[in-house]
Nanobody
Framework: QVQLVESGGGSVQAGGSLRLSCAASGFTISNYRLTWFRQAPGKEREGVACINPFGGTNYFADSVKGRFTISADNAKNTIYLQMNSLKPEDTAMYYC????????????????WGQGTQVTVSS
């Protein structure tokens, strides 16, 4: 059974950091593309960053480039999202998702999702 479980969210002040984790089970992450998405209240879900089996990364949201880093630990079957210099506009529910083919920032391209972890950044 495919499962994705996010953790690491919380409340921080602007300028702070958080590291999100997405633990996978039922499959091997090194065979898939894993992507972080986020959804703020009243807004559409948007792709943040993706990592492929070769360690290559794509950052879909220009606003996070230089601040967020996606990584994977194949031994732990887990991906991470290191978020630095957080801003109030980063406040959202963060989800991880998987797909077989190329990295995509479109939620409709993904079938398997975690339950999400909330990130709240105060000014």
């Amino acid at each position: 059974q495919v499962q994705l479980v996010e953790s690491g969210g919380g409340s921080v002040q602007a300028g702070g950091s958080l590291r999100l984790s997405c633990a996978a089970s039922g499959f091997t992450i090194s065979n898939y593309r894993l992507t972080w998405f986020r959804q703020a209240p009243g807004k559409e879900r948007e792709g943040v960053a993706c990592i492929n089996p070769f360690g290559g990364t794509n950052y879909f949201a220009d606003s996070v480039k230089g601040r967020f880093t996606i990584s994977a630990d194949n031994a732990k079957n887990t991906i991470y999202l290191q978020m630095n210099s957080l801003k109030p506009e980063d406040t959202a529910m963060y989800y991880c998702a998987r797909r077989s083919n190329f990295c995509s920032g479109r939620p409709s391209d993904y079938n398997n999702w975690g339950q999400g972890t909330q990130v709240t950044v105060s000014s």
